[in-house]
């Protein structure tokens, strides 16, 4: 009988301290469920590649000023055009559109240049970065190349397109030839004129009117006219499209995405020689209706010489 007792009598006690133990852990368990604290969420910021997440156009501007349509016209020249993004003169008519890797030309009839009645967003070159006065000849040479659409440009009341120029060669007087004729300024006329118009690419040069006029009299901006011109025979649209101008010695050529040219190499060609001249680039609207506008978009640019 005692021996019953003192086995029963332990196996109690060993019952009371599992149940203690156990008691123990939960509430154990349950303090430390309290006291944790949540983790801080730890964002980490993915770094943009330029050509996968955003596009910046592949345009030295090094060499380059732009005109605008506003001002008396205003005018942004090296250095400062280099941070053209940031410039608030600039960012409504010349800026980057990151999602195509272009730059932007936006233009609507507004201020315009002495010899022109028409509004412009258009580069004009420096060689001399800054100033207007080293040009280059047709016998020393020029070549440039862009690739460029015109995604948005207005119509007449008619629903026709408005027309834009978007390349030139244009002809500088030296200050020798400037004084000879008595001129005010170093204006010339434009050797080539580049449109985009009703979806295709036209070309305009000069010719002169006279093949018999002196040096002295070819030298005057009446001395010359548009030739009948050339419209390539491509329909680009709105598309995307490349334009390459080789200037040299007597010779112009005209080459529309690499599979069509034209060639104008003759006595005008011959007798222009006697001018300087400067590359451009750009949107230059040719229209002064109210609420006109386009947009022209250059991916690249490059001129050499």
Known sequence: MIGVFIFLSCSDDVTVVEEEMVLEVEIVEEEIEETTEPEEEVVVEEEQIEGVDFFLPNIDLSNWKVTLPIGSPDEVEPPEILDYAINERLIPYMYNDSTDGSLVFYTTPGSSTANSSYSRTELREQMVP?????????????????????????????????????????????????????????????????????????????????????????????????????????????????????????????????????????????????????FKAGNYLQTLDAGASAKVKYYDLEVTH
Request: charged residues 25%; negative net charge; without cysteine.
């Open 130 to 278: 800054g100033s207007n006065n080293t040009n280059w000849t047709f016998a020393e040479g020029g070549r440039m190349m862009g690739t460029l659409s015109v995604p948005e440009i207005s119509t007449d009341a008619s629903g026709n397109f408005h027309r834009t120029l978007v390349m030139q060669i244009h002809g500088r007087l030296t200050n020798d030839q400037r004084d000879l004729i008595g001129e005010d300024d170093n204006n010339a006329p434009p050797m080539l004129k580049i449109y985009w118009q009703k979806g295709k690419v036209r070309v305009l040069t000069k010719k002169l009117k006279d093949l018999n006029a002196t040096d002295e009299e070819i030298l005057h901006t009446d001395a010359w006219e548009d030739n009948e011109g050339h419209t390539f025979s491509e329909d680009i649209g709105i598309h995307t499209f490349n334009l390459e101008i080789i200037a040299s010695d007597g010779r112009l050529e005209i080459i529309l995405n690499e599979n069509e040219s034209v060639v104008y190499e003759d006595i005008h060609m011959q007798k222009w020689s006697v001018f300087e001249n400067y």
